[in-house]
């Protein structure tokens, strides 16, 4: 099993980050099914903004590919439908909107940009399973898996891609984020822009 725990501010980060991460949160309780489950692992990890702005948008640290392992079942709703197939289109402008919603500094969200995305990105190679998540008696169909994504265009919108798609590594994409959907992490890039 993995759990998953997100904060996106201060606040969030010192009441329950800093209780999980201590030495003393070695167990968990699972009342619904009355299991104790033992924490075997911890992965912590910090950024900010400005951090993701310089790394990946400022300092070229960006690449052509990135593949992705979604780790908890991850699905997006479109025209009130749930899609159990992602497209860089839906990955991508979920990442956009939770990027402007997070940043007190910039917004990046616009039409344009997720016609541009639609256009300049593929999906090149993917694995991919589908699975259910249940949620308080309703199971909604999501995927789990890995894919490969493709950035075309410009130096700068290549940028944005992978901050954006580093930025997920923190917020999840997709639907039901806050309840542990959507979480991903970056196992492989390639092909560094000039």
């Known amino acids: 099993m993995v759990w998953n725990i997100h904060t996106l501010d201060d606040a969030s980060s010192k009441n329950i980050i800093a209780v999980l991460n201590s030495d003393s949160f070695t167990s968990a309780e699972l009342k619904s099914k009355d299991m104790q489950l033992s924490v075997v692992s911890k992965d ?3 950024t900010s903004c ?10 070229n640290n960006s690449t052509r590919y ?21 497209t860089s289109k839906l990955i991508l402008n979920s990442l ?21 995305i639609e256009k300049q990105t593929d999906i090149v190679e993917y694995d991919l399973k589908s699975v259910k998540f249940s949620l308080e008696g309703i199971t909604i169909p999501s995927f789990i898996g890995t894919a490969k994504l493709r950035f075309s265009g410009s130096r700068e919108f290549i940028c944005l891609m992978n901050m954006l798609m580093r ?28």
Not at 67 to 85: D, E, Q, W
């Open 44 to 46: 912590y990890r910090e």
């Open 167 to 194: 930025y997920g590594e923190y917020s999840g994409t997709g639907i039901k984020t806050s309840l542990g959907m959507g979480a991903y992490k970056i196992i492989n890039t390639g092909g560094m822009i000039r």
């Open 66 to 86: 990135v593949t992705i392992r979604f780790i908890t079942p991850t699905a997006f709703k479109s025209n009130g439908k749930y899609v159990i197939f992602p």
């Open 50 to 59: 400005e951090e993701l702005l310089r790394k990946y948008y400022l300092e």
């Open 96 to 116: 956009a909107k939770r990027y402007d919603c997070f940043s007190q500094d910039s917004a990046i969200s616009d039409e344009l940009l997720f016609d541009y």
